[in-house]
């Protein structure tokens, strides 16, 4: 892990409140009917810890996050027990909070998350990429999205100027946005769903790449997230990330109109 300055102390936020609900949209609402997924938001220090048995709170920034509580009430929660590995709290210029990643060793990983019920999916991540000199996962299913059935990934990068997102059944299909060269912070949101072999990709706010490639048949799988790193070890994210919502679930245009908005108010990348 590569040692950060730490800019200024911050304390722990006591007696400062986090709202949840922005213009009367709250993200614990996309899992209100039994939807599996998670939510992590570095902006509440409540939900941030230095181990990941969760017994040491982050009080300050530069301190290392080696668990971050899921706030979807799915109990989701991401950690890194390797403590050179942990992603740090940091604060950027406009006053807002994120988990840095250094694009060597850093990650995090939850529990198997079950979701074989479902073949849609919906994902949600406020980042901002530092390198678009390798491929840099955000998130995904399972060690390998490109060979495990079941499962898609997201990425800050792939070695290019771009946002990637791939979705598998039994086929895997891609989307890639490019033009967006590194450093550039965004808002992305992914959709996927096997059975149509729907596959979009927008970022910040713009009209979504898609991509019908067959996906081939089935649903998604019961496999740990990994975050800002393949399977904990490889394809490391050199960035920020402020936000993450993962829904097992196909989401409305309002759902994703709010979330997207929700999540750039944690990033202000448009």
């Known amino acids: ?46 939900t941030l810890f230095q181990d990941a048995a969760g017994t040491t709170p982050v009080t300050a920034l530069g301190q290392p996050v080696g668990k971050i509580l899921d706030k979807s009430g799915r109990g989701n929660h991401a950690t890194q027990t390797t403590s050179a590995s942990r992603p740090t709290l940091q604060q950027d210029s406009n006053g807002l909070y994120y988990l840095s990643f250094d694009g060597t060793d850093d990650g995090m990983a939850t529990p198997s998350i079950d979701f074989t019920g479902t073949d849609k999916m919906t994902v949600w991540a406020g980042v901002r990429k530092l390198s678009d000199a390798v491929i840099g996962v955000v998130v995904e299913l399972s060690t390998n999205s490109d060979s495990t059935n079941g499962t898609f990934a997201l990425a800050a990068s792939i070695g290019g100027n771009n946002y990637y997102a791939q979705s598998r059944g039994t086929v895997r299909s891609a989307s890639a946005a490019t033009g967006y060269v590194a450093p550039h912070s965004a808002v992305l949101v992914a959709e996927a769903k096997i059975s149509t072999d729907i596959l979009r990709l927008h970022v910040n706010n713009a009209a979504p790449l898609s991509s019908a490639t067959d996906q081939g048949t089935g649903n998604y799988g019961n496999y740990p997230l990994y975050i800002g790193q393949r399977g904990g070890t490889t394809l490391p994210f050199n960035g920020r990330l402020y936000q993450l ?5 196909e989401s409305n245009a309002g759902q994703i109109a709010a979330t997207e908005a929700w999540c750039n108010s944690k990033t202000r990348a448009y």
């Open 245 to 249: 919502i993962v829904r097992g679930a």
């Open 1 to 46: 892990m590569v040692t950060r300055s730490i800019l200024r102390p911050v304390l722990r936020p006591v007696t400062r409140a986090v709202s949840d609900t922005i213009r009367g949209f709250n993200p614990r609402s996309l899992f209100a009917a039994g939807e599996q997924g998670i939510w992590l938001d570095p902006s509440d220090f409540s």
